[in-house]
């Protein structure tokens, strides 16, 4: 500014006779030029001004930039930044560990994760740890063997004699467990059954189905799938000895 100026009574003042302000030593090239007047104690003042030097108005809102969940956006004027963060993207995958299920956000350079959430449901046997119905991630302890009831002993012969017990029939383990879809797309409320085939062909263990989102798809114990509403989540299909195939499901 070529004069010095103080405040007086919310006034400006100079100390010579004032005709002109001069902001600046550089010609104008843009239909719309940032200038910034700045004085201390106070936020700085930008002024959208006109390439004939006349068009002046006070620049309050801000344009362009794009926030993400970690930054707001960056004004292409002024360059300050504004507005709200973006939302995080937590996608469909969960993280878990041996009691806790959570997912973490998907956008570059971002570590938020939810709130940890307990495992649920599934139901634990002799053999195999319970299934997560949120997640699909195995948690707890196996379930205890029942305890052998204890020997009788009587005075009579008959008595102690026990019958043979029938041999239980051999379970032959699958190597692969094969889905007749990888990928289905269906409308709310639609179905379709999902077919599971074990090689070899003589495998003769059970196949569960179970949804990483029941809120999104449902599964029966045979296969049929259930669209609930709109999104994506994925179905496991496994054996008891833990081959398994996974289906991709995207509800429209």
Known sequence: VDNTFFMKEDTFRANVNMVNITIG????????????ISAEGYKDLVLEVGKDYKKVAIHTKHTG?????????????????????????????????GSYHWKKCQNEGCD????KEAHKGGEATTTKRAVCEVCGAEYG???????????????SKKDDTKPAEKPDKKTVKAKKVVVNKKRIV?????????KAKLKPANATEKVTFKSSNKKV?????????????????????????????????TVK
């Open 25 to 36: 030593n550089k010609e104008f090239t843009k239909d719309t030029n940032k200038v910034v």
């Open 65 to 97: 930039g794009t926030a993400t969940c970690t930054k707001k956006a960056v004004c292409d004027f002024c360059g300050e930044e504004y507005g709200e963060c973006a939302s995080h993207n937590y996608g469909d995958e969960y993280e878990s560990d």
């Open 217 to 249: 798809a449902k599964v029966t114990k045979n296969g049929v799938v259930k669209a609930v509403k709109k999104g994506k989540c994925k179905i496991t299909v496994k054996t008891a000895s833990g081959k398994k195939a996974v289906v991709k499901v």
């Open 141 to 155: 302890d196996l379930k205890q063997k029942d305890p052998k009831p204890a020997d009788k002993t009587t005075e």
């Open 186 to 194: 269906l409308k709310k409320g639609k179905k379709v059954k999902l």
């Open 112 to 115: 938020t994760t939810t709130e």
